[in-house]
């Protein structure tokens, strides 16, 4: 599967911002889906995930209550909604997707990437 990231930019903190993830060439809602960030210096991290379905949703401790990790199965697109961002946020956000939601979120692995998008949070 094809993985295409949107929707990064320069936003000020308490502001709002939406990331995109458009899929192509496989079944969509084959996939458990996730997003992952890495800061400059910093080791990649889980930000949020998705089951194939969306019933379920996991996020990272620092960014709950704030993003929302959502999926329109129907146009093969999975959605990160940032509100309140803050400056710690910053980092160059990744869309992954794999057949194994569990695999994501114990072992933070997934078999497709997207290229990542750069999101700055100024304060």
């Known amino acids: 599967v094809q993985l295409q990231a949107s929707g990064g930019g320069l936003v000020q903190a308490g502001a709002s911002l939406r990331l995109s993830c458009t899929a192509s060439?496989?079944?969509?809602?084959?996939?458990?889906m996730s997003w992952f960030r890495q800061a400059p210096g910093k080791d990649r991290e889980l930000v949020a995930a998705?089951?194939?379905?969306?019933?379920?949703?996991y996020y990272k401790y620092s960014v709950k209550d704030r993003f929302t990790i959502s999926r329109d199965n129907a146009k093969n697109t999975l959605y990160l909604q940032m509100n309140s961002p803050k400056p710690e946020d910053t980092a160059v956000y990744y869309c992954?997707?794999?057949?194994?939601?569990?695999?994501?979120?114990?072992?933070?692995?997934?078999?497709?990437w997207g290229q990542g998008t750069l999101v700055t949070v100024s304060s």
């Open positions: 998705i089951t194939e379905s969306g019933t379920l949703q």
């Open positions: 992954a997707a794999s057949t194994s939601y569990s695999a994501i979120i114990y072992n933070n692995r997934a078999e497709y």
């Open positions: 060439g496989r079944t969509f809602n084959n996939y458990a």
